[in-house]
Each structure stands twice: as C-alpha cells, then as structure tokens.
C-alpha cells in the first residue's frame, strides 16, 4: 500500500466508521449487503493502520495439502485428524477431499478455543500478581 492510500483509507474511516456501501451502474444504484460492507470496512480499516490485504480464492473442495496448508498443519496431522474424526473429509477414489466449508469452520473454532485458553492464562496472571 502506498501512504496515499493508507492516508485516503483513514479520512474514510474517519468520516464514516460505519458508512452503508452502494454500488452504481448506468442503470441502478445497488446497496451493498451489510456482510459484504463489513469486508470492505475490514478491509479499509486495516489499509488505514498500515497493515496489508490479501486476497486468495479456493475451491469448494480442497486436498489434504491445500486443507493443511489453510489450518497451519502438516499433511500428516490432518490425516491423523480426518481419521480420529476431528474434521469430516469424504475419499473421492483412494484420496481425502475436504469441503471449504468444513475447514473455514475448524478453523474458526481452533481461534476460539485459542483466544479462550489465552484470556485464562492472563486470567491466571492478574491472579498471581493480585496476590
């Protein structure tokens, strides 16, 4: 990102924290739906504190290379996993497809329990420094 773009994204974000998105054609003036106005606003607010923005499409059906690579495990930790029925995956021939969905979702939960383990943790903390 370039500072003028940074620079254009916090004026943005500044005037409007949590503006409603139209799009238009020659034709019409289309509202953006709100889950696709909270992308862009991600997105903006992210490019106005300097951070950067990738976008990376996938397919509905994944292999266990690419569903290890999107979880941040090895190909062998995933099988193990598949095959302790941690996360579903369906054979398609000898091999393991995995659905999208199914990870996205894995991973979100994976977030979760991690965030939640760390707020314990600095629970823990502020408990021992209490005393």
Do not use: W
């Not at 503006?19 to 696709?36: H, N, Q």
């Not at 951070?51 to 090895?74: C, F």
């Not at 894995?106 to 209490?130: G, K, N, P, Y």
């Amino acid at each position: 990102m370039t500072t003028r773009q940074e620079q254009m994204a916090r004026e943005f974000v500044a005037q409007a924290p949590e503006p409603r998105f139209t799009a238009l054609s020659e034709e019409a003036e289309v509202e953006i739906p709100d889950a696709l106005g909270n992308l862009i606003r991600q997105v903006l607010r992210t490019i106005a504190e300097g951070g950067s923005v990738t976008l990376k499409t996938l397919p509905q059906e994944l292999s266990t290379t690419v569903a290890a690579a999107e979880l941040g495990v090895s190909r062998p930790t995933l099988m193990r996993m598949i095959r302790d029925g941690e996360i579903p995956a369906h054979k398609v021939g000898t091999h393991h497809r995995l659905n999208l969905s199914d990870v996205v979702e894995f991973r979100r939960v994976q977030l979760q329990r991690q965030r939640a383990a760390f707020d314990e943790l600095r629970q823990i903390e502020d408990d021992l420094d209490v005393e």
